[in-house]
């Protein structure tokens, strides 16, 4: 290793090494920081430690145990390896279990296994598959079933822990030497190791082996190992290598493979192995420390401590293991988190042989579900031991001991006598099957792809959908593939359209291949649904034999098809049809589905002839055999000829016509027909069979005495055209999908019951409704007469069911029930089948107790000698029974097929039974359920009867709480007191108890007619609500009257509860107006006059109750289109919605109206409750704002006013603050723009600052302009009448302002042209650079950076240019006597004025001239830009643009000749591409020459005067002293670059300075070009040299500065984790937090220290930087939890300075009592800390009273510290009187001071 720390140092003396390399002594190198002295005492104590090294063992042990490292949890309890230990990087011994072609399984200790992927076999390996992928000579691929073979033990290191879909760990691993050797370097290599490796190349004379330490090579030789025949040796080969020799200090290794000298070869702690580097596989001699109930603690070389659990201890040995036996062991796995050591003492992995067996002794178990398995031992944390019949062990994992997601008690589980269990694996690792208890993995159908056969029909969940099929799960360790061309009858575009993940569907298993885990599945309906034989080997191709098949190719001379298992045959072309067929591919299609008949095969060459055309001629034969008299719906009797998966094969007597009667079609009851399919034999007669369809290929029959009773009555539809909107059908559910499910008819019509047309309630998943063959009555709703579609409801109240329809199908579904036991009893000629059925419900029995539990009781009988008699709990309850004793009982049930009787034997069922009378009612309970009947009990009688559990046909059960249960009571109707069809019971009618009062309304509800539209009535008054008044009508019924229908409008009074006039129990008169649905109680629209309504909406207005009145039904589309716009009209509130804060209001039933909140109210203090002011029913004044009938809209105003006016005050919501002023939401959906200069009548500094989001205001609108109100928020606006003096008036034109004014203005923005200051809603004014100041400033942004936008300034107007509408402003202390802008501290040059100002132009004048000779001059446009316009910035540019299209020569000119006005505007552009033109402008260097003097610019825009002779020798003279100064400029350091060229040129020089790059960045920014700025970011970043970690960090935090800034919380968090990428990432983390902090995002700052103390938890400035944080926000607690958490965290001698550090943060952000206490406690506890009581005293004397600093003064000098350190503080202290004190107490200190050093005495003295 390259460090050579240990993680359990052996102790001892270091040993010479062999070839006389000096060995690095362990103790000098474990500590670097400790102190000479201590390595001198270190050294002394060598001797001792070599005269006792066992004693050191032990204190090392202790030692481990101290440190609190995971061998001590080892050794309170041994557990086996949980999947929740296993980490990435974790070592661990393997055997391989299984090899496919590019992954194999490996089997890891405890039962885990794990997956090595061809990727992660070595590098040698992968780089040859890629070469030879990359050539496509795939021919010499070396695969994996080469390399690996089962049983192999193999060293391997988990590469990492991915989730399979499921959610489960699924353990990738790897071989590779350079990730299981790791730690291994070429010094810590030894003679003799034991190591794995990869072959890496073969040579001539051995091969190189690859064995992961750089700087090694590892040679194996023929020569040397001439016994094995290393030829055979591929790259890539797994080998484990012995090291003989070292040569070269390590870099070159000569191995060998021998295996019995491996199998030898015991690790040695010479060899240096420690807890770091140490390797599974390697054998190992160690003493037993610990015997525990789990497994053994074992020490071993020398120092380390390991566990070997049960799994791993030598069974025939197991009890002979005593502490301090020595025994030879096997590393298994290495947990470096925790430090654990797995070990084994299995004789296998110890005396390795040429591999481990990987199939058990037993034959193959697996799957296998096991009976009366005894438990043997449960180890605690681990699992249990079960013995299975036979004496074979198997292990279930704790997991396996429960159901998922429920807790266990192990103790209860172990008590059990015995156990089923199923075995899920064996492990080849441990050698032994791992089972599990889970009854749900128990009770699977297929655990295995060995249970499933060909031609099994099987369900599962569709996972995926791939290009060349769909997978579908049927477990979750089976899944099976759905070809493409299977996945329907058809072939499918778009499969993803029919099939959604998770969605069950129904396939037949094509084939099945468990050795390779391969399944193909069908969803081809024709083949799923099939009855006739299938075809699964050659052996069941008889030739006559029909079934279908499907093609799969198509030839000139035939198609081939295919069966089930690959079973194929060819149908020759002679044969495909009658007619002759000269090209099949025109005809047939792959994949389509035949009805084949076979005409002859040979199953040994595997051939077979089939025929298309056979297969039909004898459909047409038999069809012509079909007797034209076999009508639909004729009744029938048939004999069982065969029986079918799905149903009955017949023959139709007495012609013998061959039919189909289906499983589902033997009875109504879904319970009774498996029953029923059971008992018939073939040859058996069934009578009362009705054919309800029949076509060429079948006849199909019934026996479901609903769909007979529909045939006989002619309630069917012959056909498709027969099919009306209404009908109503007796059919039975074909087919369930997501969407509705298909219902099946007679005549073979099949309609659709939508999902929202299948039950009244909420239906989530459709397959919960019905089963498959269900019978139910439909009603069809929609026919699509293109398609020949229908639609149907299966809704209960939408469909009308027959009289005594439950009684007829309890008595149909008992009689199928006797007849069944009745054949059944007769069929086995049983003497006890015959006797039960002779029983029957409500019969006493005599009987003998035989066994008492807590589920119940057992009986005995005389007379059913071997049947099984139970009670339940429950019906023994409260009656105490002893075995042998004599009881009478009851029958509830009796089961033929398991040969049961229930009965109770409660002694009100038993008691004397009462008479019952015809029509009587009582309550009766539920005593039993047995699927689609119950038993109940009368109350009182004594008496029991059997129900219908369902009481309608189409009932849904969805919820629990839905079906029948043990003791629910039901209200019963006596229809017929003794029912001979019920063998004398009771037949009754019933219904479960409802609460008394419904019970009147529904009945008067059902008795009612109905009313007809303008039916006058009389009636009484129910209830009287705010907005309708319910009455009772005189036939029972109850009308509603909505509260417009009260009283006429006109008389109507605003804000009255016109329902209040109507008092309860009064008689109205009232009129139908129209009518409610009963189910959703929405109001129907008024229709034909001769529509009857259940529920009447009736109106009270006398006009319209007259009888003479014309009365005459409005539509409310009509109703709402009489509105107009403006309208006042009288509507009543109905509801208030709080979520949109709507109002919602009614004029009449039908028409309701919106009021949105700016329409309702006109006081903003209203806002918060505005339903206070409108209750419900009352009558308010509206106005209409909007109508409009589609889409449905009916808009209103309670305020007045239906539009937005001029010069009108509204209430308006802020929706957006920006810059500029507010955004408002003003009502009737209108926006509207608040000026910064229209928000009050006196200016205040930060404007915005008093105004948020949502909030309320009222406005005056003074205009609209382009869709949008301009607005005011003045006083003197809103209030005229009110207005005090207004300070800042409004300014609306330029004409009212004078030349000399002074006013008051908002800056909008800074540019080079100057400060732009907004005077008014629609004047923006400028001040010059020099006109801002009276200093000198080189650039704009210096007072951008002291003038934000809407900093309120005072200036002066200085001149006003009426044409052009432009305002110059000076913002000069002389001109406003205010303060200048900029502040004195800036320390900023003046401006020159005057005389020197003259001198400073003479120089600059001459360079500027000779440089503006060469450019031609040409007549300037001087027109000047607006300033009227809201912004300084774009507007300009684009104006300016105008004047160079215009004259694009003279814009060469322009920056020199510019006028007297001010500098060029065009300057800005620097760093701007807005126009090609504008490269040519003059750098900004001139532009300063130029701001700088007006005079001069006036000079130059004249023509040239010619010059004398001394001008020019001036001129010459100047221009040598300005490039002296420009070279002495560009020489000085401190001097500002100016231009990216300037920086340029610097960044040559310096590279890698980070200040350099920063202030380029800066310079980008200042000219708003971020994406210039980020890519100088970017180019800084890979220019700074990679050793320079600190500059690389200032670009990092700038560029998340600036990411902050201007960019995404996207973009800055990609930045952020890039630079965690490139830099220390503790900085990195710590540098955006306080980017964070100080731009106010206190959340993510607050996010990303809880991420920091989580990451860097030891590190004590991490904790320091969030408390200072947390109490910098004022989270005094949160800090103080903070704190607590990192006392916790960090190494307890971090936790005085902690605690110190918090208390200093306390002084400084917090509670200065709380930090003065936590110093006191630290200091009380650490008295001699002076360092700790100066900071206290500084803390004190800067936040403390001096009565307090005093008081801390006198206890620090009686400190017991040294001489030195109380000198200190006296020095102190007397300083502090002297500063603070008086002559008295200065006096006191010295006073002090004498008594200390006479106390100390000569000590202190000296």
């Not at 080998?239 to 030898?264: H, M």
């Not at 033929?896 to 019952?916: E, F, G, M, R």
Request: charged letters at 25%.
């Amino acid at each position: 290793m390259a460090s050579a720390e240990e993680d359990f140092p052996r102790g001892g003396t270091a040993k010479k090494s062999t070839d006389g390399k000096p060995v690095v002594h362990r103790g000098e190198v474990d500590n670097l920081f400790q102190s000479n002295e201590q390595a001198e005492t270190k050294r002394k104590r060598k001797a001792a430690l070599k005269d006792d090294a066992r004693k050191l063992k032990k204190q090392k042990t202790g030692k481990e145990k101290n440190d609190g490292l995971a061998l001590n949890a080892a050794a309170k309890c041994v557990e086996i390896l949980h999947m929740k230990n296993v980490k990435e990087g974790m070592l661990m011994l393997g055997v391989v279990k299984d090899v496919a072609d590019f992954e194999v399984a490996v089997s890891l200790p405890c039962g885990l296994q794990g997956f090595l992927s061809i990727k992660n076999i070595s590098d040698s390996y992968t780089k040859l598959l890629s070469e030879q992928l990359d050539s496509a000579d795939t021919e010499d691929i070396c695969s994996l079933p080469h390399l690996f073979s089962p049983g192999m033990v193999i060293r391997c290191v988990v590469a990492k822990l991915d989730v399979a879909k499921g959610g489960s760990l699924s353990i990738q691993l790897s071989v590779n030497p350079k990730l299981v050797n790791k730690a291994l370097n070429s010094s810590s290599l030894k003679a003799g190791m034991i190591l794995s490796g990869c072959v890496e190349s073969v040579e001539d004379h051995g091969c190189i082996v690859d064995i992961g330490i750089n700087g090694s090579k590892a040679f194996l030789s023929k020569t040397a190992d001439k016994q094995h025949n290393l030829d055979e040796l591929k790259v890539g080969q797994y080998l484990t290598c012995k090291v003989e020799e070292l040569k070269n200090e390590g870099r070159v290794a000569r191995l060998s493979v021998n295996p019995p000298t491996i199998a030898q070869a015991w690790a040695e702690s010479e060899q240096g192995w420690n807890l770091t580097n140490l390797l599974p596989g390697l054998l190992v001699k160690a003493t037993i420390r610990k015997v525990t109930k789990h497994g053994l603690i074992l020490d071993f070389l020398s120092s380390f401590s390991g566990q070997v659990d049960f799994l791993h201890m030598e069974p025939e040995q197991a009890s002979n293991y005593t502490e301090g036996t020595e025994v030879h062991a096997c590393v298994l796995y290495i947990e470096l988190s925790t430090r654990l050591v797995g070990l084994s003492l299995r004789s296998y992995l110890v005396q390795p042989r040429q591999g481990v067996n990987t199939n058990p002794s037993g034959g193959d178990r697996i799957g296998e579900v096991v009976k009366d398995c005894k438990m043997t031992t449960v180890h605690h944390m681990s699992g249990a031991m079960l013995e299975l019949p036979g004496g074979t062990l198997a292990f279930v994992h704790r997991n396996h001991m429960k159901e998922l997601n429920k807790s266990v008690n192990e103790n209860k589980v172990l008590a059990k006598p015995e156990h089923t269990c199923r075995i899920l694996d064996f492990s080849p690792m441990d050698q032994i099957h791992f089972a599990t208890l889970r009854w749900s993995v128990i009770e699977r159908p297929y655990y295995r792809y060995h249970d499933l056969q060909a031609g099994q029909i099987v369900e599962g969940k569709v996972s995926v959908l791939l290009s060349h099929g769909m997978v579908v799960h049927l477990s979750n360790h089976i899944k099976g593939l759905v070809p493409r061309t299977h996945l329907s009858d058809i072939i499918l575009k778009n499969p993803e359209k029919k099939y959604v993940e998770g969605m069950k569907v129904k396939c037949r298993v094509l084939s099945v291949d468990p050795a390779n885990k391969k399944l193909y599945l069908t969803r081809k309906k024709a083949l799923v649904e099939s009855s006739l034989p299938l075809i699964l080997s050659y052996n069941d191709a008889r030739p006559g034999c029909v079934s279908h098949g499907y093609i799969v190719c198509i030839k000139s001379f035939g198609c081939i098809v295919r069966f089930y298992n690959n079973i194929k045959g060819l149908v020759p072309i002679s044969e495909l049809g009658s007619e002759p067929i000269s090209s099949p591919e025109e005809v047939f299609y792959v994949g389509q589905v035949l009805k084949t008949k076979v005409l002859k095969c040979d199953p040994e060459k595997e051939k077979m002839m089939l025929s298309f055309k056979a297969a039909v001629e004898g459909d047409t034969e038999e069809a012509a055999k079909v007797p034209d008299d076999l009508e639909v719906g004729k009744q029938v009797e048939a004999k069982v000829l065969k029986k079918l998966i799905n149903g009955l094969e017949v023959a139709i007597l007495p012609d013998e016509i061959r039919a189909i009667l289906p499983t589902m079609h033997l009875s109504d009851h879904m319970s009774n027909c498996p029953l029923m399919w059971e008992s018939l034999q073939e040859g058996d007669n069934i009578s009362n069979l009705v054919c309800f369809s029949k076509n060429k290929q079948q006849i199909s029959l019934t026996k479901k005495p609903t769909v007979r009773w529909a045939l006989e009555e002619g309630l069917v539809a012959k056909d498709f055209s027969e099919i009306t909107v209404g009908m109503q059908l007796i059919g039975w559910v074909k087919n369930i999908m997501s969407y509705g499910v298909f219902v099946e008819f007679p005549h073979g019509l099949v309609g659709l019951a939508p999902k929202s047309a299948m039950t009244d309630k909420f239906l989530s998943d459709t397959a919960a409704a019905f089963q498959l063959g269900q019978t139910v009555i439909a009603k069809v709703t929609n026919l699509d007469e293109e398609k020949r579609r229908f639609l149907v409801t299966l809704k209960i109240s939408e469909v009308i069911t027959p009289d005594g329809d439950a009684q007829t199908r309890l008595i149909n579904g008992l009689q199928e029930r006797r007849a069944v036991n009745e054949m059944l009893a007769m069929k086995d000629n049983c003497d006890l089948r015959q006797q039960l059925t002779a029983l029957c419900v409500g019969q006493t029995l005599k009987l003998t107790v035989d066994t008492v539990n807590d589920d119940g009781a057992t009986f005995k009988s005389h007379d059913l000698v071997s049947a099984t008699i139970l009670a339940n709990k429950y019906h023994v309850m409260g009656v105490n029974l002893t075995e042998g004793q004599k009881v009478t009982a009851v029958i509830l049930h009796v089961h033929i097929l398991s040969a049961s009787v229930h009965v109770s034997v409660l002694p009100k069922l038993v008691a004397k039974k009462k008479s019952l009378s015809e029509g009587s009612k009582h309550i009766a309970m539920l005593q039993y359920i047995d699927n689609d009947f119950a038993v109940v009990s009368l109350d009182n009688t004594a008496k029991l009867t059997v129900i219908h559990t369902r009481s309608h046909l189409n009932e849904v059960l969805l919820s629990e709480s839905d079906k029948l249960k043990g003791g629910m009571i039901l209200a019963v109707e006596v229809i017929e007191p003794s029912c001979h069809e019920l063998q004398g019971l009771p037949l009754v009618s019933w219904q479960r108890t409802a609460p008394r009062r419904q019970r009147t309304t529904s009945d008067n509800q059902q008795d009612s007619k109905g009313h007809r539209f303008g039916d006058i009535l009389q009636g009484k008054v129910r209830t009287v609500k705010p907005v309708c008044i319910q009455v009772t009508l005189e036939d029972g019924s109850t009308g509603s009257v909505h509260v417009s229908e009260v009283m006429e409008v006109t008389k109507v009074c605003q804000g009255s509860f016109p329902t209040s006039s109507v008092k309860v129990g009064s008689t109205v008169t009232a009129r139908v107006i129209g009518g409610r649905e009963a189910s959703s109680n929405r109001f129907l629209p008024f229709s034909h006059p001769k529509y009857t309504y259940t529920i009447p909406e009736l109106t009270l207005i006398p006009s319209k109750v007259d009888k003479s009145s014309d009365f005459t039904p409005v539509g409310a589309k009509e109703k709402l289109e009489s509105y107009t716009v403006g309208e006042e009209i009288t509507c009543f509130v109905s509801k208030f919605n709080p979520k949109k804060k709507l109002l919602e209001v009614t004029t009449d039933p039908r028409i309701t109206g919106t009021v949105e909140l700016l329409a309702m109210i006109t006081d903003p203090k209203d806002a918060s409750h505005p339903e206070k002011l409108y209750k419900l029913g009352q009558a308010v004044c509206a106005k209409v704002v909007e109508t409009n009938s589609k889409p449905h809209r009916f808009v209103l105003s309670l305020t007045g006013v239906h539009t937005l006016e001029e010069g009108s005050v509204a209430l308006g919501m802020v929706t957006d603050i920006r810059p500029q002023g507010l955004l408002v939401k003003l009502p009737f959906g209108g926006k509207g723009f608040v000026a910064v200069t229209e928000l009050a009548d006196a200016y205040r500094p930060n404007p915005l600052d008093a105004y948020s989001k949502d909030q309320l205001l009222r406005c005056f609108l003074i205009a609209c302009e382009n869709g949008k109100w301009q607005l005011s928020l003045r006083p003197s606006r809103l209030n005229p009448q009110q207005a005090k003096l207004v300070k800042d008036p409004e300014v609306l034109s330029i004409d009212h302002l004078k030349e000399g004014q002074i006013i008051r203005g908002y800056v909008t923005s800074v540019g080079e042209q100057g400060v732009f200051i907004r005077l008014s809603r629609v004047i923006t004014g400028r001040a010059q650079l020099q006109q801002s100041t009276k200093y000198f400033v080189r650039n704009h942004q210096v007072l951008a950076e002291h003038l934000p936008p809407n900093t309120l300034l005072t200036t002066k107007i200085s001149s006003i240019d009426r044409e052009e509408e432009f305002v110059n402003l000076s913002l000069l202390p002389v001109d406003t006597g205010k303060p200048d802008i900029l502040p004195e501290s800036l320390s900023l040059p003046l401006r020159l004025i005057g005389e020197e100002k003259k001198k400073y132009d003479a120089v600059k004048k001459k360079r500027t001239l000779s440089e503006s000779e060469q450019v031609p001059k040409k007549k300037k446009k001087t027109k000047k830009a607006k300033g009227d316009d809201n912004d300084s910035g774009v507007e300009v540019y684009f104006r300016e643009e105008e004047d160079q299209e215009d004259e694009p020569k003279s814009e060469a000119a322009k920056p020199v000749t510019s006028s007297s006005a001010g500098p060029s505007r065009l300057q800005v552009t620097a760093g701007f591409s807005w126009d090609v033109g504008l490269n040519s402008l003059k750098p900004a260097s001139a532009a300063q020459d130029g701001d700088s003097s007006d005079g001069e610019d006036q000079d130059g825009s004249s023509k040239p005067q010619k010059k004398s002779r001394h001008e020019l020798e001036l001129e010459k003279k100047a221009a040598e002293k300005a490039l002296v100064q420009r070279e002495v400029e560009l020489m000085d350091p401190n001097l500002r670059p100016e231009d990216a060229a300037a920086f340029e040129r610097l960044l040559l020089a310096s590279p890698n300075s980070s200040l350099l790059w920063l202030q380029y960045m800066a310079h980008h920014l200042q000219a708003t070009q971020i994406e210039q700025a980020r890519a100088v970011a970017e180019r800084a970043l890979k220019t700074i040299s990679f050793r320079e970690e600190q500059e690389k960090l200032n670009v990092w935090v700038a560029l998340l500065n600036l990411e902050n800034m201007y960019g995404t919380e996207e973009s800055l968090k990609k930045v952020f984790e890039r630079a965690l990428q490139f830099c220390e990432p503790m900085p990195v983390y710590q540098q955006l937090a306080d980017i964070y902090a100080k731009s106010d995002k206190i959340k993510e700052a607050e996010g990303l220290y809880k991420t920091m103390v989580k990451r860097f938890r030891q590190n004590k400035a991490v904790w320091l930087s969030f408390g200072s944080f947390l109490l910098q926000q004022g989270q005094s607690d949160a800090a103080a939890a903070l704190l607590q958490r990192a006392l916790k965290s960090l190494p307890s001698k971090e936790s005085v300075d902690v605690i110190a550090k918090f208390a200093q943060l306390e002084f400084r952000y917090g509670d200065v009592e709380k930090g003065r206490t936590m110093f006191d406690k630290v200091l009380t506890s650490y008295p001699k800390r002076t360092d700790l009581w100066s900071v206290f005293i500084d803390l004190m004397i800067k936040h403390g009273s001096q009565k307090e600093v005093r008081v801390l003064f006198d206890r620090v000098i009686h400190l017991s510290v040294s001489v030195k350190k109380i000198k200190f503080f006296f020095k102190r202290y007397l300083e502090y009187e002297k500063k603070h004190g008086t002559t008295q107490s200065i006096q006191a200190v010295k006073e002090k001071a004498m008594e200390f050093v006479e106390a100390k005495g000569t000590e202190a003295a000296n």
